[in-house]
Nanobody, 124 residues
């Protein structure tokens, strides 16, 4: 099984910055996609940013221009640089890995792996 471990969350003032890390237990150079998701209390989990195996990135409109997703395939680590943080960014941030592979019946299947999450709180 794939294990993902997030770190780097914490308390920051509005306008501040944080860098989240996600250490994977598997090589990430050949996975289909990785991404960051967040969930605030009482709200649905939402996609924040994703990066494909080829390095193509996609951002939620609410964070585009402020957040940057990247990966280090030699360290098997995914990053999320968060700048100009706002109170509405407060949430638990989760790392996700999507891996396209064959199932037991040799049929294509997308496997999803999640980390435990790291808390980000933006408050004055």
């Amino acid at each position: 099984q794939v294990q993902l471990a997030e770190s780097g969350g914490g308390l920051v003032q509005p306008g501040g910055s944080l860098r989240l890390s996600c250490a994977a237990s598997t090589a990430i150079n050949n996975v289909y996609q990785m991404g960051w998701y967040r969930q605030a209390p009482g709200e649905e989990r939402e996609s924040v940013a994703t990066i494909s195996g080829r390095g193509v990135t996609d951002y939620a409109r609410s964070v585009e221009g402020r957040f940057t997703i990247s990966k280090d395939i030699f360290k098997n680590t995914l990053y999320l640089q968060m700048n100009d943080l706002k109170p509405e960014d407060s949430a638990v941030y989760y790392c996700k890995l999507d891996d396209l592979d064959l199932d037991y019946d040799s049929r294509p299947h997308m496997y999803h792996y999640w980390g435990q999450g790291t808390q980000v709180t933006v408050s004055s």
